[in-house]
């Protein structure tokens, strides 16, 4: 079945961000209250967990690697995998009981145990787009997976697995970071929606993941990934979801 919106990756958005880019001539650009949270705190979000406005971050893992990222300006949005059971967020979201679990394709098995969120509603019509961009690090080890999601919610919703260790979107492996990546999503109905972002630990609640969120590219050291993964773009599942359940399950495979 065809998903009910399409959410694109990586070698698409050189020029993308919040707002910037429409489908065409009566696509309207979506603009999000404090995008780029360059207010220097999370003005027009709502937070679930551990959340905050960052302008750069200081990432341990638990092998002692460090990775510093840099927000594109001022401030980024970032989210630790800690504060809320993952029920909750699902609950809170509006999203059917283990929607989030069905995603997290851990190949060791796997159960989501808590994590973040962060999301803001607004109105939009069909043909609209969304854009952001996005950095994901774990610090944990396989065989945990700690997925991160990005998904719109509404009168068609799709949820995106962002990243994980070892399992959809960008597999980034043991303590590894996705480099900075974008996302659009395109709306097929007219309506309110949420997009949301939510970090999630995967069989604990230790060695969280991170996920950051703006409305550029930071940077990120040392070694950070090529934008957009290119050479080798994420993979990325979208899972369309209908008002009677799963409607449909689509990945596309790393190169």
Known sequence: MKALLS?????????????????????????????????????????????????????????????????????MGQMISSGAAASTIESTLGLAAGTLNALNTNPSGGNLTNGSALYQSFAGLAGDTISFWWNYVATDYVPFNDPAFAMLIGPATDVGVLASIHGLGVAVGTSGNSGWTSETFTLTQDGTYTLAFVTTNDKDTVLNSYLHIDNAAGTCQPNCPPINGVPEPASLALLGLGLAGLAGLRRRKMK
Not at 16 to 33: D, H, N
Not at 34 to 59: K, Q, R
């Open 7 to 75: 959410l694109r990756s990586g070698v698409l958005a050189g020029a993308i961000a919040f707002g910037l880019s429409a489908t065409g001539a009566s696509a309207a650009q979506i603009s999000l209250v404090n995008g780029g949270f360059e207010t220097g705190d999370l003005t027009g979000w709502t937070t679930i967990g551990a959340v905050s406005a960052s302008p750069s971050t200081t990432v341990t893992t638990y092998n002692s690697v460090v990775w510093t990222v840099n927000a594109a300006g001022g401030f």
